[in-house]
């Protein structure tokens, strides 16, 4: 029996499968390598000295998708492909949609004639729109400011509406805040086509001397320093957050979210200057005007995933910055 891991050569996916190796979890993995690279295959093998089967398949491809079906018998999936950018999302609404819930639709097809009832689903922090408070609860009310963030929350629903119609399948959604880091032996980590949306793989490729200048975007905000917080979460430890929800996933039927998050925020000051103190390297910045669609202050109450799944995240921000560090140096 094998877990079918979707994404599995991405950020997140990358180290997640790393982790299930090393529980020793039978692992088949599809990737359309749109936005990663066909060498991580080798690395991941690298990392856990275990072997794991690999298919190029893009979840469109409803014929490709269901041979892996057939080829193997996938007891659980973890779901993280998907097209992750917002901005690029604004941009490109009809691909996104397509891609990210057509996708899941045809997985989920596959998934009921192949009798495969149990889904970890990669949400996002995303769908709590602008929280009126903090920390966020798993139970605040949910909206979305763009069509990344819409996909995410109708593939909740949909995920939901599953459940409702076959109450034999379990359905893990994991709500990410910010996740960060890479893995310790610098061999795999963020590595973003072009220029960095986000905050840590745009200061790594300002200190490497790639990017001349972080724009911090906003010193107004109602924050500790005028600029944003965040949840900022190392990705192994996310990573691991995974093992816990397909272990409850194979316990329970029913539909659970959870945030996977510290349950402390950073302003982007604090991230800098950490990143720069840990690392020895100067992080140039100037301040900026407002990113449209940012919120000040975003970050989780971790209870429920501690209370429910026994887990909790354990790394700190310093290695945070020094794990991503390695990874640049190694890598960019
Ligand atoms: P990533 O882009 O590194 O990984 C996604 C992987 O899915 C890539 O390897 C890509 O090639 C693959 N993929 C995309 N569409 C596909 C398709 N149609 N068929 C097959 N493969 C496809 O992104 P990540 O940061 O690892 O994120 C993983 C998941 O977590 C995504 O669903 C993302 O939306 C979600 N998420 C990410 C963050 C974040 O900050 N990184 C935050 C919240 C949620
Ligand atoms: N920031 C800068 N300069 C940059 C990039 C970011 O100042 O060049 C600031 C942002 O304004 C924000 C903070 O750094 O205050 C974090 O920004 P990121 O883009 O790294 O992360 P976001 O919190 O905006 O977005 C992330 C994911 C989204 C997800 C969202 C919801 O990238 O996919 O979290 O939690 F939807």
């Known amino acids: 029996m094998s877990v079918l891991v979707t994404g599995g050569t991405g950020y997140i996916g990358s180290h997640t499968v790393i982790e299930l190796l090393e529980a020793g979890e039978d692992i088949v993995i599809v990737d359309n390598f749109s936005n990663s690279k066909p060498e991580m295959i080798d690395k991941i093998k690298e990392i856990s000295g275990k072997d ?20 193997n018998k996938i007891e659980s999936v973890i779901h993280f492909a998907g ?36 889904i970890v689903f990669s949400s996002s922090a995303t769908v709590y729109g602008t929280p009126k408070t903090v920390p966020i609860k798993e139970d605040f009310p949910l909206s979305t400011t763009n069509p990344y963030g819409s996909t995410k929350l109708m593939i909740e629903q949909i995920l939901r509406d599953v459940y409702i ?5 379990s359905v893990i959604l994991l709500r990410y805040f910010n996740p960060i880091g890479a893995h310790k032996s610098g061999k ?33 905000y109602d924050t500790i320093d005028g600029t944003g917080v965040r949840d900022y979460i190392h990705v192994v430890d996310l990573a691991k957050g ?40 100067t992080v140039k910045y100037r301040i900026t005007d407002r990113r449209p669609g940012d919120i ?31 990874f640049t140096k190694n890598n960019i």
């Open 52 to 71: 794991f089967k690999f298919y190029e398949v893009d979840l469109l491809d409803k014929e490709k998708l269901e041979n892996v079906f057939k080829e």
């Open 83 to 118: 097209l992750k950018a917002v901005g690029e999302s604004v941009q490109k609404p009809i691909e996104y949609y397509h891609n990210n819930i057509t996708g899941t639709l045809i997985l989920l097809e596959l998934m009921k004639k192949y009798n495969c009832k149990k």
């Open 165 to 169: 119609s076959d109450k034999e399948f």
């Open 188 to 220: 795999i980590g963020e590595d973003p086509n072009g220029i960095p949306n986000n905050l840590m793989p745009y200061i790594n490729q300002v200190a490497i001397g790639k990017l001349e200048c972080l724009n911090v975007f906003g010193n107004d």
């Open 242 to 281: 995974h093992l816990k929800a397909l272990k409850k996933a194979r316990e329970m039927t029913g539909v659970e979210a959870y945030n996977l998050g510290t349950g402390k925020g950073y302003s982007v000051l604090q991230i800098v200057d950490a990143f720069q103190k840990v690392n020895g390297v």
């Open 296 to 326: 000040a202050t975003c970050f989780a109450d971790p209870t429920k995933a501690k209370v429910e799944l026994g887990w909790v995240a354990e790394k700190e921000l310093d290695e945070m910055c020094e794990d991503a560090w390695r």
